[in-house]
């Protein structure tokens, strides 16, 4: 008998890392609650996948900004009141905003990100996945000279690791794409952009249906889903995990990649991890003659354009503490004026439809946690406002772990 695995959640990072076990001979079964995989924050993300851009969430000037957010600016905002886990999250996230600590966070991202990048390629080698992949380039909007010096001092760290990037002035964005030429097509107030040839763009959804299909026909996986695990218990024969109606799985491993709900299996082991959700939303509208190719990040507004297929996907906003999946319309309609308001050509407003909300999983120094709880426990979860990205990195740093 080989070794076997259960792994809890079937979004982005459960489903990668039954993968990168399935894929070294362990028997895995996937135990979701949702009806198939995908269905919180994988499903209708931004979709960038960010291999470069991994600046971590606290930094000097995140700090400076946190009574704003309190208040609700600029489409973030902090959840009060208080609990305990929150204001040790919040505290832990204040130790991260060091200039330091943002060099140190982001560069340790930046890392998983590239084996990301080559383990999605690799895949990609040996399975014909489609999920719309698209070498697309992504820019990063620049409002202020201050914004260009911090933009100049991240390129040249990030290009010593290999990541091609450059400053370039508003004039010269034209060339980039022809969509963005013309006073109106952007903001005024931007004054140029750090653009990133290499960037690509996927569909995160499509992604995950698509290899969980390779992975039962081809790897032997076993899925359940609507199932919620309820309670899990570490052996020293391995993991027993209780589903609905008190159903009992067993598996010489456990790996909870249950996002924002893992610690409702952790914390009775004594093994919680510091993790909140970041709430965020998106949503749909048909291409226009002004819509870019190229996938645009506003840093004023916090949003992403993301051109997917026959369609132009918009998602931002980052509400800390915000727990519940529930669509509100008036963060909808926030996020509609403001993506009007950057690009008010990049797609048929008019139009705009499939509006989706989603918890990013994220921790206090913006790393994921891929550890190994005990022999029988593993964790691969809090990637925040990165887990497409990081993916297929972390499920193969998981496996590399849980192999030694
Ligand atoms: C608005 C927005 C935009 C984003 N844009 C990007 C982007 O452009 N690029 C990028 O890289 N990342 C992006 N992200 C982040 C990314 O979506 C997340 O980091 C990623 O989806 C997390 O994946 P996951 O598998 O950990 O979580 P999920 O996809 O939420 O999966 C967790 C799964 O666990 C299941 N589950 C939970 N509890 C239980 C339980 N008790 N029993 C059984 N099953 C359970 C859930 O049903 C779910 O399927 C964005 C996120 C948001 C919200």
């Known amino acids: 008998m080989g070794r076997s695995a259960i792994i809890i959640g079937a979004g982005v990072i459960g489903v990668t890392s039954a993968y990168a076990l399935a894929r070294r001979g362990w028997q895995v079964t996937i135990v979701d609650r949702s009806s198939g995989p995908a269905m919180e924050a994988s499903r209708a993300n931004g979709a960038q996948l960010s291999y470069c851009y991994t600046d971590a969430l606290g930094s000097p000037a995140a700090l400076a900004s946190l009574p704003r957010f309190v208040f609700g600016g600029g489409g973030v905002s902090f959840r009060l009141p208080m609990s305990t886990d929150y204001a040790c999250w919040l505290t832990q996230f204040a130790l991260n905003c060091s200039a330091a600590k943002f060099r140190k966070n982001t560069l340790a991202v930046l890392d998983l990100a590239q084996h990301s990048r080559q383990a999605m390629a690799a895949l990609r080698e040996r399975h014909d996945l489609q999920f719309a992949h698209r070498v697309a380039g992504k820019i990063h909007l620049l409002y202020s000279e201050k914004d260009r010096a911090r933009a100049e001092q991240m390129q040249a760290l990030k290009s010593a690791r290999g990541c091609e990037q450059h400053v370039l002035d508003r004039s010269e964005l034209a060339r980039l794409d022809p969509a963005l030429a013309g006073n109106d097509a952007l903001d005024s107030d931007v004054i140029g952009a750090i653009s990133t040839p290499s960037e690509v763009v996927g569909d995160p959804y499509l992604f995950c249906r698509n290899l969980l299909s390779v992975l039962t026909s081809d790897y032997g996986v076993k899925t359940r889903f609507n199932c919620a695990a ?175």
């Open 230 to 404: 309820s309670a899990l218990e570490d052996g020293p024969d391995g993991a027993r995990l209780t589903i609905a109606h008190g159903e009992k799985l067993t598996a010489d491993l456990a790996v909870v990649a249950a996002a924002t709900d893992s610690n409702r299996l952790l914390a009775p082991l004594g093994r919680a991890i510091t993790v909140q959700p970041m709430k965020g939303y998106s949503f749909e509208m048909p291409l226009s003659r002004g819509s870019p190719d190229i996938s645009v990040t506003d840093s004023k507004r916090r949003l992403v354009f993301t051109h997917l297929k026959d369609r132009m996907r918009v998602a931002g906003i980052a509400e800390l503490g915000n727990g519940s999946n529930d669509i509100d319309p008036a963060k909808i309609g926030w996020l509609i004026d403001a993506a009007r308001d950057c690009m008010p050509d990049a797609g048929d407003y008019a139009k705009a439809g499939k509006f989706w909300a989603g918890l990013r999983p994220v921790t206090p120094n913006s790393q994921p946690v891929i550890s190994r709880a005990s022999k029988a426990i593993a964790i691969n979860t809090g990637h925040g406002a990165l887990g497409w990205t990081l993916a297929m990195g972390s499920a193969e740093r998981l496996a590399e772990l849980v192999e030694n």
